[in-house]
């Protein structure tokens, strides 16, 4: 076909997963892919609006090493001499108010001293003198992981890009996915906006569309975007790049230091999601207007732990459509249904952190020998070879938004 060639593998999506997918595919020695893209531009979707946290400390032992993989990534990403992630590895503090948070905080100690990642209980002195504005007086506890930090997700997927190029990618931007040819249940190709493509292997890493591209090979997929957003005060006398990113778990926030300005975000308990039915994949999900009530609330939360949030301007909002799942988990790898169609979504809003981590089980889920059962566990076929309900399925993915910092999440 005219233009773009053919191709052993087509990536659909140019966020951070997508290009993630594709860098780790082109190391494990997969030579023919091409990704496509919408839009003009990579990153231009969710992975733009996202605050580019990177946490560790998670509360299984397989979630742990996900996020520490994508750590080791970022770093060796960092040393490329063109087209780095902006990762700072500041470290990160988290703050329980209550004591059952202070107990949940010694649990997650325990879990990641299994993993191997180096996280401790330190005391207000020493968080004080690691984040000088912040009163901790009230904490009951506060959990220090020294290799966590941030990075900005579009140079994040430059960064995926460059070095994925580099193996022989190609990266066709401005191509919208229309179609997927099967024959005897296996992929043959697909139909773009710009022509045709002979491939084996379709792999979706379409964010709030990745509904709609599974169904293109007739799988019904719960993936549910649910509305996410943070506000950038305007520069606040303390601040630096430096600064250690921060979790409130017991107030629903996070945050870290965006130059000498504070970004803070939140998960609001009524969150609100979307049926990804009630928009075609040729649509774009509903635009966002500002929640300020729910902004806000989150500066109010914040203002007693640091209290010049209170008064702060607010110089941005970054907003958009994240996806949740019914259980919570990343849906990696093929279809036992339709062979050929690989997926990778379900980010559950930590997409470009455990980008890395996705690209690694991504290439272990397609591997000839068996993968792992964790790897195993987050196959779509869970979702196709099991019934469901679209209303139970959508409640279920809020709900994993809305208890993102519950205890035991
Ligand atoms: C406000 C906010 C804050 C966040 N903060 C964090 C954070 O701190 N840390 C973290 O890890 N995560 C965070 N997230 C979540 C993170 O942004 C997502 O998990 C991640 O960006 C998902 O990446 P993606 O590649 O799956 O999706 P996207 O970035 O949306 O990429 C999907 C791409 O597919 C393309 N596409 C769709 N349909 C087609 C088609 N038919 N043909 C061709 N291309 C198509 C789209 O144009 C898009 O570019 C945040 C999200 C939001 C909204």
């Known amino acids: 076909m005219a233009g773009l060639g053919d191709a052993e593998i087509v990536i659909v999506g140019g966020g951070a997963i997508g290009a993630a997918a594709a860098d780790a595919l082109a190391r494990s020695g997969r030579r023919d892919i091409l990704l496509i893209e919408k839009e003009p531009s990579l990153a231009a979707v969710t992975t733009a609006q996202a605050a580019g946290l990177v946490g560790q400390v998670r509360s299984s032992i397989d979630r742990v090493k996900l996020a520490m993989w ?75 992981c020294p290799s966590d930090g941030y990075l900005q997700p579009h140079d994040l997927t430059m960064a995926y890009q460059h070095r994925a190029r580099a193996h022989g990618v190609r990266f066709a931007t401005g191509v919208r996915l229309e179609r997927i040819h099967l024959e005897h249940g296996r992929v043959t190709g697909v139909g773009t906006s710009q022509g045709e493509i002979r491939c084996e292997m379709v792999i979706n890493a379409a964010g709030a569309h990745a509904y709609h591209v599974a169904r293109l090979v007739g799988l019904d997929l719960p993936i549910v975007p649910v509305r996410h957003e943070y506000l950038v005060s305007v520069p606040l006398a303390g601040i630096r790049p430096d600064l250690p990113a921060f979790r409130v778990p017991d107030q629903t926030l996070y945050g870290r230091p965006d ?41 109010e939360l914040m203002r007693p732990i640091f209290p010049p949030i209170g008064e702060a301007g607010v110089r941005h909002v970054f907003s958009g459509w994240p996806t949740f799942t019914p259980d919570g988990r990343f849906i990696i790898g093929e279809s036992g249904r339709v062979k050929g169609f690989v997926m990778a979504g379900g980010c559950n809003a930590h997409g470009v952190s455990g980008s890395a981590g996705i690209g690694r089980h991504l290439v272990e889920a397609l591997a000839e020998q068996k993968p792992s059962a964790y790897v195993r566990s987050l196959s779509p076929d869970r979702f196709t070879e099991t019934s469901w309900d679209w209303s139970d399925a959508r409640r279920k993915a809020q709900a994993i938004y809305e208890t993102y910092y519950a205890i035991g999440h």
């Not at 780095?84 to 948070?101: D, F, H, K, M, N």
């Not at 000498?260 to 635009?287: F, M």
């Open 259 to 299: 130059v000498n300005s504070l970004l803070l975000g939140g998960w609001e308990p009524e969150a609100l999601s979307l049926d990804p039915r009630s928009y075609a994949i040729e649509e774009t999900p509903p635009s966002i207007v500002e929640d300020w009530p729910v902004l806000s609330n989150f500066a």
């Open 70 to 144: 994508s750590v080791a990534t970022f770093a060796e990403l960092e040393r490329q001499d063109e087209a780095r992630p902006s990762w700072r590895q500041v470290g990160s503090l988290r703050i329980a108010v209550t004591p059952e948070r202070a107990d949940e905080f010694k649990r997650l100690c325990q879990v990641a001293a299994e993993a191997g990642l180096e996280a401790e209980l330190i005391d207000a002195a020493a968080a004080r003198r690691l984040w000088p504005g912040m009163r901790l007086d009230e904490a009951k506890a506060v959990l220090w």
